[in-house]
């Protein structure tokens, strides 16, 4: 093992030591449902900030983003525009109703709060059934990255580091619950600003600066640097709205609105929010056009696949420092959105289905803790077993995420005439497209260039709004 490799591997070792620590201390701070569900609802303004930052910018941001911006261009880089636009429509469109539901009507998950909305068991537990796979999905998802990144820092096997990875997330958040998932996603989220700014600044200088890397890539393949990159304009708008707008589906990010301690704390909340997340997004940029600049001069073999393309930069020019720095960054954005995930599923398991089926009262903090660990061992066999299915799943989970739930709660919750009804067609709608669309995508048989999410978020809107604006007697169910 080379020395940048020993360097890697003993920072993500003690990363990951310390992680665990967190949990065992967070452990003594979740000792009811409030508590393990909602923080508490103690967060103040950075804190939620961060929290929100790190759950948002997921592996995808260090790994997915440079290769995507090798493979299409600046056009992916449409994804990024909409994070100027997330914080703000999250405290207009959400902040005040879900937190006063939180604080008024007892709701500590999003299914609790659509049943309360909306008044109709079969929405929330659509909704919870939906999110719960939703969570497996996006879980198994960020388990293979953080295994594929562990196998190769600790010179392992792929399987193992899912275990490895597995069991230091399930450490610190069975134990802590959503304390232990904020606290560490802070620290997360300070890690990931340190290394993207970093990393930004190594890639520029090994390109050349901006000027000289630009004038190699519009040499070679001009259109990359289009503003609509190798895609056209309708997947770029596409990517926009789906992400502006279906960010405020995804329950691992608005439930943190549920968590602050006083609303009125969110009024920096935007502008903070869209500066940490540009931040983070540099690494996107700065990576993807140095690499691919490099390529084309000969410097950088080829990509066998584009998501190789951070890896490939820190192997051929950080230093070794940068390289557990970066790595480190890397983990931390895998584990950030991964810990959100596994406490939302353990409400669906502990208090959301059985609402649905009439059980009342409070889940217990062990019973949630036992069903945290649960919703591990399902993702991380389905991350054993069907890797081929993996990104699949994940991809799917966030379409159904923004088809099915941005309407019920962006609209809803501020919407007078939305109803029962509208809640049911828009749930059922919304996640048959996202399912068809996806699946047809995967298998070449897609037609359209506008992304499969964003038109189930589309045709889920549509409906929501169409149901919504139809007159109902009052004595009719749903009205």
């Known amino acids: 093992m080379d020395r940048q490799r020993i360097m890697i591997a003993a920072a993500i070792v003690a990363y990951l030591v310390f992680l665990s620590l967190i949990g065992v201390w967070s452990a003594r701070r979740s000792r009811r449902s409030s508590d393990f569900y909602l923080a508490g609802r103690r967060l103040g303004l950075l804190t939620t900030v961060l929290a929100t930052m790190a759950s948002i910018m997921s592996g995808f941001v260090f790994v997915g983003g440079p290769g995507l911006f090798y493979s ?23 902040a005040r109703p879900l937190h006063t539901m939180a604080a008024n009507a007892g709701c500590l998950t999003i299914p609790d709060v659509i049943l309360v909305r909306y008044g109709c068991r079969f929405s929330s537990g659509f909704a919870a059934v939906g999110i719960l796979l939703g969570v497996v999905g996006y879980l198994a998802t960020q388990l293979l990255a953080l295994g594929i990144v562990l196998a190769g820092v600790l010179s392992t096997s792929i399987w193992l580091g899912i275990l490895v990875g597995g069991l230091v997330l399930v450490v610190y958040t069975t134990a802590g619950g959503m ?47 289009g503003p609509w990159g190798l895609v056209g304009p309708v997947t770029c708008l596409g990517w926009f709205f789906l992400f502006a707008l279906g960010s405020l589906g995804q329950p691992h990010v608005v439930h943190k609105m549920m968590m602050v301690r006083d609303v009125r704390l969110l009024k920096h909340f935007p502008w903070i929010l869209a500066v940490s997340m540009t931040v983070c997004s540099l690494v996107w940029l700065g990576v993807g056009i140095s690499v691919k600049s490099l390529v084309f001069q000969g410097d950088l073999p080829a990509l066998a696949h584009p998501d190789d393309a951070i890896i490939s930069f820190l192997h051929a020019f950080a230093p070794d420092w940068l390289g557990a720095l970066a790595y480190a960054g890397i983990v931390s954005a895998i584990m950030s959105t ?3 995930f596994a406490n939302i599923g353990a409400g669906v398991l502990a208090r959301d ?36 299915l993996v990104a699949y799943a994940g991809i799917l989970g966030f379409g159904i995420f923004a088809a099915a739930l941005t309407p019920l709660l962006a609209v809803g919750l501020n919407w007078p005439a939305a109803n029962a009804w509208s809640a049911r067609a828009s749930l059922v709608a919304g996640t048959i497209v996202a399912v068809a669309g996806e699946t047809m995508s995967r298998l070449g048989l897609y037609p359209l260039e506008i992304p499969p999410a964003c038109l189930a978020l589309l045709l889920s809107l549509i409906v929501f709004l169409g149901i919504g604006l139809i007159p109902r007697r009052p004595t009719e169910p749903g009205a």
């Open 72 to 94: 299409v261009g600046l056009g992916s880089f449409w994804i990024v525009i909409s994070a100027s636009f997330t914080g703000a429509m999250m405290c207009w469109l959400l």
């Open 179 to 225: 304390v232990a998932a904020v606290y560490t996603d802070v620290l997360q989220g300070v890690v990931m600003l340190v290394s993207t700014s970093v990393i930004f600044g190594y890639a520029l200088s090994a390109g050349g600066g901006f000027a000289a890397m630009s004038a190699v890539i519009l040499r070679e393949v001009p259109d990359l640097l």
């Open 353 to 388: 289905l059985p609402g649905v089926f009439g059980r009342k009262g409070e889940p217990t903090v062990q019973r949630s803790r036992v069903f945290s660990v649960l919703v591990f061992v399902f993702a991380i066999a389905f991350a054993l077993s069907v890797k081929g």
């Open 338 to 340: 991964a810990d959100s």
